[in-house]
């Protein structure tokens, strides 16, 4: 049987769907979604973490079952804004944060605003700001939502997110998921307000910020954040390291899950092992 939904009301009255799972005596691990998605993204790598992490996901406003307020856009920072709130809710105290594309937005945002609450990040498709080409193609995405519903715009986008032997090999599942997804009884200006909301986003004068040790990964088969532009992000913080993964396009956790699993744990192994032996 599928777990109930669960539900926390954050100080301003939203309501956001979540879940916990894995070992309670584990340390805390956050999962953040990206764009055009729900904490179902995270299914292929959940059983390789659940057994030593704490595991909070959730959808931030206009995705999954959480609320989608019709006033918008979303700003990035208001839903990092939100993610903290959550993890005060739920008494989430220092969490690794993992991150997807605007999910590695969020964590970013959180990492420069509180940069003393994460022991660590791994972040996949970081890029530091919403460059001219990728608003242009985000508001693209956008107008085919409103216009053609979900499968246009799957059709729009696709191309951008898987690298080519994945796409060719799962298209028309991923064109299925996508559509239950963004599509069903869910209201379109939730998924419309996320994607408005990234227009503008940059964090580069932040970066030098962020204290803890951050793994960031980019996908060789990347043609919606290239690694180029990532390697930028990586550039400005003081501790963070580039990794460029073949064979991976967009969403490397979903195309890889085992891959990028093993990933998240050597950098959480490696950071504690650093930490220990300074206390020595």
């Known amino acids: 049987?599928?777990?109930?939904?669960?539900?926390a009301t954050l100080p301003s009255g939203l309501k956001l769907h979540y879940r916990v799972q894995g070992n309670p005596d584990g340390p805390w691990l956050v999962l953040l979604n990206g764009l055009l998605s729900d904490t179902t993204m995270w299914a292929g790598v959940l059983p390789g973490l659940r057994d030593d992490f704490r595991i909070l996901?959730?959808?931030?406003?206009?995705?999954?079952?959480?609320?989608?307020?019709?006033?918008?856009?979303?700003p990035t920072a208001l839903l990092a804004a939100e993610a903290w709130d959550l993890f005060q809710v739920l008494g989430v105290a220092r969490p690794w944060l993992?991150?997807?594309?605007?999910?590695?937005a969020l964590s970013l945002e959180l990492l420069t605003e509180h940069p003393d609450a994460f022991p660590g990040a791994v972040l996949t498709s970081a890029m530091p700001y919403f460059d001219f080409a990728l608003s242009l193609k985000a508001e693209h995405w956008a107008h085919c939502l409103e216009i053609?519903?979900?499968?246009?715009?799957?059709?729009?986008?696709?191309?951008?997110?898987?690298?080519?032997?994945?796409?060719?090999?799962?298209?028309?599942?991923?064109?299925?998921?996508?559509?239950v997804v963004t599509g069903g009884d869910r209201p379109q200006h939730g998924n419309l307000h996320q994607i408005r909301g990234t227009q503008g986003w940059d964090i580069r004068e932040r970066l030098g910020r962020i204290q803890?040790?951050?793994?960031?990964?980019?996908?060789?088969?990347?043609?919606?954040?290239?690694?180029?532009?990532?390697?930028?992000?990586?550039?400005?913080?003081?501790?963070?390291r580039f990794e460029v993964v073949p064979e991976v396009g967009h969403a490397y956790p979903v195309e890889d899950p085992k891959g990028f699993v093993a990933r998240v744990r050597a950098f959480v192994t490696e950071v504690d092992r650093d930490l220990a032996d300074k206390h020595f």
């Open 1 to 7: 049987m599928r777990p109930q939904p669960t539900f």
């Open 57 to 74: 996901t959730f959808d931030s406003r206009g995705q999954g079952r959480s609320d989608a307020p019709l006033e918008g856009p979303y």
């Open 98 to 104: 993992v991150g997807l594309s605007n999910g590695s």
């Open 148 to 179: 053609g519903g979900p499968l246009l715009q799957f059709d729009a986008v696709a191309p951008f997110l898987w690298g080519d032997h994945f796409l060719e090999a799962r298209h028309g599942v991923l064109r299925a998921y996508h559509q």
């Open 212 to 240: 803890a040790p951050v793994l960031l990964l980019s996908g060789a088969e990347d043609l919606l954040t290239p690694p180029w532009k990532c390697r930028k992000t990586a550039e400005g913080i003081p501790s963070a």
